[in-house]
């Protein structure tokens, strides 16, 4: 009995996680190296501002896009791997991909190069996503610094920031999120054809589910993401502040040397 309930968590609850660790590491960079190194520019912390905070992590998130769709498009199909779906071919595309860049070429060789950013354009306007996250992040940090300082900010603070951050974006852009999901794996609703785009779908589900029927597995999605961008946050912070202290520490041994 025990030996079963692993080997279906193994199959079903876990399926695809390891190219989604592999496409989080990597989306996460992207988007933390661009996002930081921008902020870098502005010269004091007097310039910082929720607007500014949103214009850098949009131009961080565009960048994240065009680099790192065609691994979530493949995420995705893996994802549904032996999952029955009510139509073509496409939609069972995963069931021949061993992993994550066995699928980037087969799809590239079979579908075409143009396939692998299947659903870019909701990608693209979710970079409102990541955007309102850190804008939220950022502004309530800002707000909990000033009024008790940096160096007694705890992880599990940084942790409930995140979480909130998330829970914001999360409700505000899941729309897209669902039509993107549906984009890049394929629907099964009889009365669309297969390539129908963005808003045909989005139209078809107001009409025959009304509004939240945009909203349909948001619960499931609000644990996921929400406990995944706390957990990253609060790690980041922590491994920030630690290589920050390791290098100040490094610049006053090196002036003593001096």
């Known amino acids: 009995m025990i030996e079963f309930f692993f080997f279906f968590a193994s199959t079903t609850l876990y399926r695809g996680m390891v190219p989604v660790l592999e496409s989080l590491c990597a989306s996460n960079f992207v988007y933390f190296y661009t996002f930081h190194g921008l902020k870098a520019l502005r010269a004091t912390s ?44 496409i939609q069972h595309a ?29 990608s693209l306007m979710l970079v409102s996503n990541p955007a309102i996250q850190f804008m939220t992040y950022e502004a309530i940090k800002r707000r909990l610094h000033a009024a008790y300082g940096e160096q007694n900010m705890s992880g599990l603070v940084y942790f409930f920031v995140g979480a909130v951050a998330k829970a914001v974006a999360t409700v505000a852009t899941y729309p897209l999120q669902l039509v993107q999901t549906k984009l890049r794996h394929g629907h099964n609703y009889e009365d669309l054809p297969p390539d129908a785009g963005t808003m045909k779908i989005t139209h078809y589900i107001l009409k025959k589910y009304g509004l939240l029927g945009l909203y349909k597995g948001m619960e499931a999605k609000l644990l996921q993401t929400i406990l995944t961008a706390a957990l990253m946050f609060a790690a980041y912070e922590k491994i920030a502040n630690f290589v920050f202290k390791l290098l100040l520490h490094h610049q006053e041994v090196s002036s003593k040397l001096k």
């Open 46 to 89: 007097a310039e910082q501002s929720a607007g500014k905070d949103l214009l850098l992590a949009s131009v961080a998130g565009v960048v994240n896009v065009l680099l790192t769709t065609p691994l979530w498009v493949v995420n995705t199909r893996l994802k549904m791997k032996g999952l029955n779906s009510g139509s073509g071919s």
């Open 94 to 122: 995963g069931d021949q991909y061993s992993g994550l860049f066995d699928g980037l070429v087969k799809m590239a060789r079979q579908e075409g190069v143009g396939s692998l950013w299947n659903g870019t354009i909701p």
